[in-house]
């Protein structure tokens, strides 16, 4: 098995198992007797519904946020090197220099989307510890929209490519497809 199978195989452990801890915790988050959500204080609320929960939230919905949030952190370490390796396994199928460096460009681009989730968590972090958002809200939301672009269109370019010209075992498609040779 190769080194980006395992690696992908590793990562989707790591992201698949922090993710149900993650939203077991999501149940906690109450504001005003309803919950809210991590993607609501990333991208769909607006700055005034952003500080209305974070300074109105109990500090026992803030502890869970924030643990929450350094949860996330090793969610990071799982999904963006699993994206990754999605483009490099895809990459090892192909001869063509400009699609073997579109792939590379792919996975690497990855690091940048992961530390502009960093930076999300450390806003999050911030604010949630009481510091005021202030003007630096626009640059919140325009690194989180960045990170989601770069995430989704990195897995996409990556099963696109990895899944390219096997039309024909389209219905025998399985878990084990991507990560057993054949």
Not at 96 to 123: C, G, P
Not at 152 to 179: C, D, H, W, Y
């Amino acid at each position: 098995m190769s080194f980006w199978r395992k690696l992908f195989i590793l990562c989707l452990g790591i992201a698949v198992s922090v993710m149900f801890c993650m939203k077991l915790l999501e149940e906690d988050f109450l504001f005003q007797n309803s919950t809210f959500s991590i993607i609501g204080l990333e991208i769909t609320y607006p700055k005034a519904k952003v500080a209305e929960i974070l300074a109105g939230i109990d500090d026992h919905v803030k502890k869970i946020l924030l643990y929450h949030l350094y949860i996330d952190f090793a969610f990071m370490a799982g999904i963006f090197p699993g994206i990754a390796s999605l483009s490099m396994l895809a990459r090892k199928k192909y001869t063509s220099s400009i699609l073997r460096k579109l792939l590379l460009i792919t996975a690497f681009s990855q690091f940048v989307a992961w530390a502009f989730d960093i930076t999300e968590n450390l806003y999050l972090i911030k604010w949630t510890s009481g510091h005021e958002i202030g003007p630096d809200f626009s640059f919140y939301h325009a690194v989180v929209t960045s990170k989601w672009i770069i995430a989704i269109a990195g897995f996409m370019v990556g099963i696109f490519f990895l899944l390219k010209n096997r039309e024909k075992q389209f219905f025998k498609f399985s878990p084990t497809t991507l990560l057993c040779k054949k």
